[in-house]
Structures are given as C-alpha cells and as structure tokens.
C-alpha cells in the first residue's frame, strides 16, 4: 500500500508539470503543438546584429529553491531553470555568466540595482521589479497549504488568522498572502526549506509553496511530519524576467521557449522529478500521459474523499463545542444573576446598618458629655479629669468617635461607587475648618497624649467647596495621623497660601510610608505594611474618600517623607478663592 501511496504522488507531481507545460504551449501557440524537433529562430535584423555582438549576459538565479533553481556542494547552478539556461544560452550562442548569490532576497537586490540582466523562475507581480519585462509563462502550479501530519486541512487561508506562518522572504506568493490577507502573523525566512525546517519543528504552524517545491523538499529533506493540508486560489506561473534594456534578449528567449520541443521540456522535469516506477517502454507517449492523468485523478479524488471526511468532523467537534460554550454561557449568565442579587442586598443590608449605627452611638456620645457634666457638678472644685469614672468616659467617646468615622467612612465611599449625591460651592473659610478639625480630635489625641500643633502662616485662606466634604477630608488626614504617631508623640500642621492655592500639611511622627505603599496610598481598600501605634483598626476608605473629594474640588492631595527622615507629611492644595463675594460657612 505504501508503494502505490507513492506512486500516486509522485504521478500527480507528474501531472502537474506537465499542465503547465501545456498550458505555457497553449497560450503562446493556440494554434499549432510542440513537436520533438525545436523550431528554428527567425531573428529579426536587430536581433540578428545584437546576436553577433556576442554579448555576456548576467543571469541572477535563486541558491536555494530545488527542484527550480539552487547551487550544489561544488557551487555550480542545478536544477531545472539552470537546464532551461544553458539550453536558451545554446540555441542563441551566447555567453552567459551565473551571479550567484546567498539568497533570493540579494538576487532581489541585485534585480533592483540592474545588475543582472536575465532572471529564470521568476513569477510575474505589479510593482515588484520595475526595469523587467517577462516572457510567457514556461510552468504553472497550484500553490498548497503545508502543515504539520496532525493538523487539520483547511480549505482556505482566512481559517490560519490565529496562527503564524513561516513564508520565504521576497518570493510572490508571500507578496500575495501579505496582500490579500493583511491579518495573518507572517515570519519572514531565508527560503523556502526554511519555512518548512519551522514548519516541521512546531515553531510555525504552517507555510504556504507551490505544490511541486513543497512536494520536493518534503520527500528530500525527510520532513514526514509534514503534509499537503489544503490548496489556496493562487496559481504559480514561472517565466523569464528580461532586463528592459535589451529587448533583443527578452524576444529572443520568448522564441526559444515557444520553440522548445515538448519531449524535450518533459526531459528536464523528469530530470529532477523523476517518477519512480517503470513504464513499458512499448507504450506511446500518449498512454504514459494517460496514466499520468488517471493516476492524478485518483490522488485528487481521493484527497478530496478524505478532506471532506475530515471537514465534516471538524464541524461536528465545532458544533458540539458551540453547544455546550451556549450551556455555559447560561450557567454562567444565571449566576452573574444571582451574584448580582446578593450584592444589592448586601449593599442595601450594609446601608441600612450604617444609617441605623449613627443614632445610637449619637445618643451613647450625648450620654456621655451628660455623665461628665454630672461628674464635674458632684466634685465641685476636684478636677474631675482625675476620676475613674472620667477615663471611663473618655474611652467610651473616644471609641464612639471612632465609629462615628468608620461609619461616615463607609456612607461616603457607597456615594462615591454609585455616582450619587453633588458637592456644594460654598465659600469656606478654611483656616477656621482646619481649626474646628483640631478641636474635634482633641480628645482622640489625649488618650494617647499626643499633642496637636496648628502652625498659620497666612491671613485669608478661603475655598470654594463643599463644607461637609472637607471636613470629612479633614478628619480623615488628622486622624490617621494620630493612628500612626506614638503615644507622647507630635503630630504638626501647617496651613500656608501661595500661588493661588491653600495649603495644609500635615506631619506625623509615625514610621513613614514605605515606597513599596505609595503608589497604592490612596486605592480603596488597601492596608499598608505601617500599623497603628495602638492597634487602632482601619477599613481602608480614609485615603480613597480624600482623594476623590479633593480631585471633586479642584486640588490634589500626596504624601511625602516628613523631614528629618521621621514619620510622614500628608500635604492637600485647594483652589484659592477671595472671601469677597459671600461670608465664610460655619
């Protein structure tokens, strides 16, 4: 079975060469056929005196592309466009000089500095080499998609756009494909044998030759990982590129190839394309082109047996795999459903909590300044900050206060990822805001004894904003800075105005923010490598609420290193805006 598998490819090889032929016969001579004797020249009288100049022509071949064109161990041209060369350089008596080059890409460029003046192999394409005229076509072929055994056939070049494909550099059909289909990933080779070595590694997916050089190298490299996987809708038509200048030349090889004997032509297909099985040698020539054909036909019907079988797997792997990413996408959707149900009931459930939390801690807060005016009352002239029951009091507003913020906190940061509710542009004296600040955090700072220094360098510091929103800016700034300064510590602020902008810094003798922290400072949810000093808790909203208040308003807001390489100074900048217009807000 494997011999006959052989003889059919090879017989279908065959067939191909010999359409060509036929179809380069036909459409030069539509009237008369080739016989076994090579028609004799009728050179014009021009021609005829270029002739007699016996001039050296400069033949540019490609090295590496058998079975056409490549040079052997021994450096001298092979293969079939070098046969065609010496024969077109026998029947014109001329002299004819090979510039060998490394590769397609330097004949190329040899081409466009007009160095060479004939060129054998060459497919015909707009624009590519301007200064040459072609001849008609001597040999047409199918050009084929080569993969590797265990990939799928395709029926076209638009179901490779995820794929890469290795195709040799400056060859046409690679123009054709980089034209045609702009989308697929091309990597560029030296030659043909190269893209095909990729091919056969798995570093490319496929490549793109014409049938009877894939077939070639694929049987003569041993690529047997490799296999025709489908035809593309380009035709592969070689011809001869003449240089413009000597159009003696280019007529005089356009009547050798007309003249060239069919028996002949076959010759120097099967020279390097031999067929390896015997004929009887007493059938005519007619019988062997007979069985040729059916050979062929018997490889392409059964190619196309199988490619059908195989593309209607391929479909019905598709459409199961389509059937059930529809299951999954269902599954998928009804969970995002419900994930999105429990989400908004959680927000909701969290809303309600929060709004709920403030009225009884108010009232526990209220409680408390009660408790010390009773205490204050019953001592008399004791200093009732000295009591017991006053620490105890101190610490219950102490916490009460702190889950007044977090629960401010979290109200602000559900605004802010909802896009609801607008800030004010309320004329703000913002000196008087930051003192107010200081005040309210008082007695957070003297649990700890901290002590909090208001440094005012300027006069008149007034802002257009939203009162309440900068107060909440405020507290957050001023109560992380106490979180993070130890106890006995100073935590300083300084309000200066310049440039247009209020400025306030606050500085904080804690242990700094790290570079690994600072580009992540003001995100939501972010905990820093920095703990509070006295294990105070955090959500992670202070920052990101200040942040998008501040932008809200017109300002910015970063962290620096404090000086003297201890703690860490806040600084926030809002527009500055003259106080003349309306009163500063209370």
Request: glycine share 6%; net charge neutral.
């Amino acid at each position: 079975m494997l011999a006959i598998a052989q003889r059919i490819h090879l017989g279908s090889l065959c067939l191909c060469f010999f359409i060509g032929q036929q179809a380069a016969a036909q459409s030069s001579t539509p009237t008369t056929s080739r016989t076994s004797a090579a028609t004799p020249l009728a050179p014009s009288p021009a021609e005829q005196a270029w002739l007699e100049r016996k001039p050296t022509v400069t033949v540019g071949i490609d090295p590496s592309w058998p079975p056409f064109s490549f040079v052997d161990r021994s450096g001298a041209h092979q293969g079939i466009d070098a046969d065609l060369v010496r024969l077109v350089a026998s029947r014109l008596g001329l002299n004819f000089q090979v510039a060998k080059t490394e590769s397609w890409h330097q004949t190329m460029q040899q081409m466009t500095a007009r160095q060479v003046q004939l060129v054998p192999g060459v497919a015909y394409h707009a624009g590519r080499t301007p200064g040459y005229s072609y001849t008609e076509p001597y040999l047409s072929f199918p050009v084929a998609i080569v993969t590797r055994t265990d990939g799928p056939f395709h029926v076209n070049l638009r179901e490779l756009s995820d794929e890469k494909l290795a195709l040799p550099r400056d060859y046409v059909t690679t123009l054709n494909v980089q034209r045609d289909y702009p989308r697929l990933r091309v990597t560029l080779t030296k030659d043909a044998n190269e893209a095909l070595t990729l091919v056969a590694r798995g570093e490319a997916y496929a490549t793109v030759e014409n049938l009877a050089t894939a077939t070639y190298l694929i049987k003569t490299n041993g690529f047997t990982n490799l296999k025709i996987a489908g035809i593309t809708d380009y035709r592969f038509e070689l011809r001869f590129a003449v240089a413009e200048d000597q159009p003696e030349l280019a007529s005089l090889v356009n009547q050798v190839l007309k003249g060239l004997p069919a028996d002949q032509f076959a010759r120097i297909c099967d020279r390097w394309i031999p067929v390896e099985f015997a004929m009887d040698d007493s059938w005519s020539r007619y019988g062997r082109r007979g069985m040729w054909a059916a050979l062929g036909a018997l490889a392409m019907l059964g190619l196309i047996f199988f490619w059908n079988r195989r593309l209607a797997g391929e479909l019905n792997k598709r459409r199961r795999i389509q059937e059930e990413l529809a299951d999954a996408n269902l599954r998928l959707e009804a969970a995002n459903t419900r994930l999105r149900q429990l989400n908004e009931e959680s927000e909701m459930f969290m809303n309600i909590a929060a709004h709920d939390l403030r009225s009884p801690l108010n009232i526990i807060l209220l409680s408390c300044e009660m408790l010390e005016t009773q205490a204050a009352a019953t001592v008399g002239g004791t200093d009732a900050k000295t009591l017991p029951s006053q620490r105890l009091i101190d610490g219950i507003k102490e916490s009460v206060l702190r889950m007044n913020g977090l629960v401010q906190n979290f109200l602000s940061a559900q605004v802010i990822a909802h896009g609801d509710g607008e800030l004010a542009s309320d004329l703000i004296d913002f000196r008087a805001a930051v003192e107010r600040a200081i005040e309210r955090h008082t007695p957070e700072a003297a649990l700890k004894r901290i002590t909090l220094a208001a440094e005012d360098a300027t006069t008149a510091a007034h802002v257009t904003g939203d009162s309440g929103a900068i107060d909440q800016v405020l507290d957050n700034l001023i109560s992380n800075a106490i979180k993070f300064t130890p106890p006995d510590g100073l935590v300083r602020m300084q309000v200066l105005a310049a440039d247009g902008h209020v400025r306030l810094e606050v500085h904080d003798d804690g242990p700094g923010i790290s570079d690994e922290d600072l580009p992540k400072l003001f995100t939501r949810f972010t905990k820093l490598k920095s703990r509070p000093t006295a294990r105070e808790s955090s959500t992670g909203l202070g920052l990101s609420i200040v942040k998008h208040f501040v932008t809200a308003m017109g300002g910015r807001v970063w962290c620096e290193p404090a000086a003297g390489g201890k703690g860490a100074c806040f600084i926030l900048e809002l527009p500055l805006r003259a106080a003349a217009q309306s009163a500063p807000s209370a």
